[in-house]
Nanobody, 124 residues
């Protein structure tokens, strides 16, 4: 069975930083793209970034460049999302997702497996 479990969310003040983790089991990161999405209250699901396999190349939504960084540890089957200079509008439920396509993209309907999400709240 494939499972993805997000962790690392919480309450952070504006301007702060946070690192989210996605623990992946049942698949290898050498064959799957892992992406991060988020969904804020009243908004549609939004793509953030993905890291592809087997090369580990990364891609970001234009609006996410500069403050968000995706990385992975293949041996540990772990993917991370480092976030900095956080703003209240970054408040959302953050998801990781996995896809086997050789042509990855930040389109939520392309992803086969999803975690349950971890909540990030940016507030004073």
């Amino acid at each position: 069975q494939v499972h993805l479990v997000e962790s690392g969310g919480g309450l952070v003040q504006p301007g702060g930083s946070l690192r989210l983790s996605c623990a992946v089991s049942g698949i290898t990161l050498n064959y799957y793209t892992i992406a991060w999405f988020r969904q804020a209250p009243g908004k549609e699901r939004e793509g953030i970034s993905y890291i592809s396999s087997p090369d580990g190349g990364t891609n970001y939504a234009d609006s996410m460049k500069g403050r968000f960084t995706i990385s992975r540890d293949v041996a540990k089957n772990m993917v991370y999302l480092e976030m900095s200079s956080l703003r209240p509008e970054d408040t959302a439920l953050y998801y990781c997702a996995a896809d086997v396509t050789p042509w990855p993209r930040l389109d939520f309907d392309a992803y086969d497996y999803w975690g349950r999400g971890t909540q990030v709240t940016v507030s004073s």
